[in-house]
């Protein structure tokens, strides 16, 4: 006999699921009817936990987000590292991200941009970029900027990250060049 999941592991099989559909069949294929078939679970039980499309695809970018941040803090968080071996370290986990999982992350944000109460992610995913960072790097705001650094860090990641998945700039050379960069815009003489 089959244990019964808790709603919360229930939940977390759903997400997983819509991952393996989404790498499969694309987002367009990504229903929540789909996700209930696929799942072998009914219909109210895929609605009960996300209610509806949107909210199912913006669950999955923001576990997304979330398992990011908290491993970078993680990765981070009190060690007494140099300005180099902190970029190092950041640059190195998002790109290790994007080669896991940037094309599912993309297909997510593309979906939910369709959706009216969502077409201001790349903004919100931009300012969570920044607040994140700003604990990171806050050592290094010397001159109250450091915000607006991280906002144009963040431009420079997002491109580079969006060549190293079209296969334009090796991932090596793309975590060395951002290193560089990030590096020279957080340091202040």
Excluded: W
């Amino acid at each position: 006999m089959r244990k019964r999941l808790s709603k919360d592991e229930r939940r977390q099989q759903l997400l997983d699921m819509s991952l393996v559909i989404l790498e499969r069949d694309g987002a367009d294929a990504l229903t929540l009817a789909t996700l209930a078939q696929e799942a072998g679970v009914t219909k109210p039980v895929a609605y009960d936990h996300f209610q509806s499309r949107a909210n199912l695809l913006y669950q999955l970018f923001a576990r997304f987000d979330q398992q990011l941040a908290d491993v970078t803090r993680q990765r981070i968080a009190g060690k007494a590292c140099s300005l180099q071996e902190r970029v190092h370290h950041v640059v190195a986990l998002y790109f290790d991200c994007v080669r896991l999982c940037g094309p599912q992350y993309e297909a997510i944000v593309s979906a939910l941009m369709a959706y009216p109460e969502y077409k201001d992610i790349r903004t919100n995913i931009r300012n969570s970029f920044v607040y994140v960072y700003r604990e990171l790097f806050s050592d290094y705001d010397t001159d109250g900027c450091l915000g607006y650094r991280l906002v144009a860090i963040f431009g420079a990641i997002e491109e580079m990250a969006k060549a190293t998945m079209e296969d334009q700039v090796p991932y090596d050379q793309a975590v060395v060049t951002l290193e560089h960069l990030i590096v020279s815009a957080l340091q202040r003489d």
